[in-house]
């Protein structure tokens, strides 16, 4: 099966930078991708990895190491409204199933200001 | 970008009733949609694959006759919650994509109440 772990909860101050960390474990290995999601809504595409190295995308950036079943995101200048969960999520197509998608536990980010 | 339209956003029903939720792709076509429960401060849990013109895979402990799930077209998937009890209330959300190497996108949700 595939399984993903992820911090519950991380605390960071307004402007500062933040990472998330993630290792899973999972067959047929695609991608790592990384969603946002705030209380009461639905998740939001943040970035994938699907080759090793640091991806960056305005202040979010994401990193994998495949060798290391290792990814993390890193949010620079962090903003009061990035407070939400953050979910990394391994796409992956496990022997004889189809393409999908399962997320870790979620890692729930509080803001301080 | 990919926009995929989930309807209801928001619904209420009694005990013992049915609910079907509508998952639309709108300006792709979606061979594979999935459907997802999320309980309160929980990660999302796959349900099931639903495949076009094919029986939809369940995920382990996911009762078939209880959460059926046709996608009889490209652009259209849907979950039924049959008999509903009171532990069925959760949010469900469909995801549709898989058009490039980028993420799926998601429907805005569906919070289910069961009374």
């Known amino acids: 099966g595939q399984s993903l772990e992820q911090p519950s909860e991380v605390t960071a101050v307004e402007g500062a930078i933040v990472q998330i960390n993630c290792t899973y474990q999972?067959?047929?290995?695609?991608?790592l991708s990384w969603y946002q999601q705030h209380d009461g809504g639905a998740p939001t595409f943040l970035s994938y990895n699907a080759l090793d190295g640091l991806e960056e995308t305005g202040r979010f950036s994401s990193f994998l190491s495949r060798s290391d079943s290792y990814g993390y995101l890193l949010l620079q200048e962090l903003q009061m409204k990035d407070s939400a969960s953050y979910f990394c999520a391994v796409r992956a197509r496990p022997r004889n199933r189809d393409d999908k998608i399962i997320f870790g536990k979620g890692t729930r980010l509080h803001i301080l200001p | 970008g990919a926009v995929v339209s989930q309807h209801p956003s928001w619904v209420i029903c009694k005990s013992g009733t049915s609910v079907k939720i509508e998952c639309r792709s709108l300006d792709f076509q979606a061979t594979t949609m999935f459907w997802y429960r999320q309980f309160p401060k929980q990660s999302l849990m796959l349900m099931a694959t639903?495949?076009?013109?094919?029986?939809?895979?369940?995920e382990q402990g996911v009762e078939k006759d209880k959460f059926l799930i046709n996608h009889a077209s490209l652009t259209l998937s849907t979950l039924t919650v049959t008999s509903a009890h009171p532990e069925d209330s959760s949010f469900y959300i469909c995801s549709a994509g898989g058009q490039s190497q980028n993420g799926y996108t998601f429907g805005s949700g569906t919070r289910l109440t069961v009374v």
């Open positions: 639903s495949n076009e013109g094919s029986k939809a895979t369940y």
């Open positions: 999972t067959s047929g290995f695609y991608g």
